[in-house]
């Protein structure tokens, strides 16, 4: 079983790239994050026609998060359960794995835009929020994928420039601890299960040849638990579509799970 994530950075002007990346990796799920569209104008046929049932949570310019599965869904929930929240952030969804049902927890991270901030202090919320629904989601799913755009580099390999750019968002302490809080509940990151290439990273800005000079984040994360860490098999980052014509800024991360 293939579970990938994915920030298309919009599906409207991304669509194509989804659909040829899926031809070329039938991975069995795939979710998406930064939809930037409303839940009626999310492209269900033409998913269907590749093979896939989805479950999306839009918004109407900024956010949104989404679901495709090569088999049905179950147990579909929007958003933090117990979190107030305005924006379209997360979306979780049951599966059948190779040993059982697997809960999918796919989240578009809150930015945070710079320590101080107002939209900082709304992060930092957020992830308490986030925390306390990911504790309750394990004990009720065993087998559980937490995965999406975290918006964190979790340690200093994961940044291109990590004494540049120490404690700037995406860097900084506070974001790095929340990240230790969610590994305690019982989580490991997967692709640090494996030993990858140096400067690996799964986003690259627009500006400045980010790309072109490998001056990136690692910020895409599959987190998986205890229960599934043993199925485990690999967890990689696909570089390819970042190198299409107006690519996402992000990459494809996809985990292996075997029985």
């Known amino acids: 079983m293939k579970i990938s994530t994915w920030n298309v950075n919009s599906l409207t002007a991304r ?70 929240d305005e924006h379209s952030r997360v979306i979780a969804a049951t599966v059948d794995g190779p040993a059982g049902p697997v809960r999918v927890m796919n989240g578009y991270f809150v930015n945070g835009q710079e320590p101080g901030s107002e939209k900082f202090a709304y992060k930092m919320r957020w992830l308490d929020g986030l925390q306390a629904y990911v504790r309750a989601e394990m004990a009720a799913h065993p087998q559980l994928v937490l995965l999406g755009d975290f918006n964190i580099a979790p340690e200093d390999q994961d940044s291109f420039d990590p004494e540049g750019l120490r404690d700037t968002i995406h860097h900084t302490k506070e974001e790095r601890e929340h990240f230790r809080q969610l590994l305690a509940l019982g989580l490991t990151d997967s692709f640090r299960m494996f030993e990858q290439a140096p400067k690996s990273y799964s986003w690259w800005d627009y500006r ?12 895409d994360h599959i987190l998986v638990s205890e229960a599934l860490k043993p199925q485990v098999k690999g967890c990689s980052i696909d570089r390819v579509p970042r190198k299409w014509e107006k690519p996402s800024d992000h990459a494809p991360v996809t985990v292996e799970l075997n029985s």
Not at 36 to 64: H, I, R, S, V, W
Not at 208 to 219: S, T
């Open 15 to 84: 669509l194509a790239h989804v659909l040829d990346w899926l031809a070329a990796n039938p991975v069995d799920v795939l979710c998406l994050q930064e939809l930037k569209m409303t839940d009626d104008k999310f492209p269900l046929e033409a998913l269907k026609a590749a093979g896939y049932e989805a479950a999306a949570f839009g918004q109407k310019t900024y956010n949104g998060v989404a679901i495709l599965s090569r088999t049905p869904m179950r147990e579909v929930v929007k958003n933090i359960v117990g979190f107030e």
């Open 208 to 219: 400045m040849l980010g790309y072109q000079k490998n001056r990136g984040l690692r910020i």
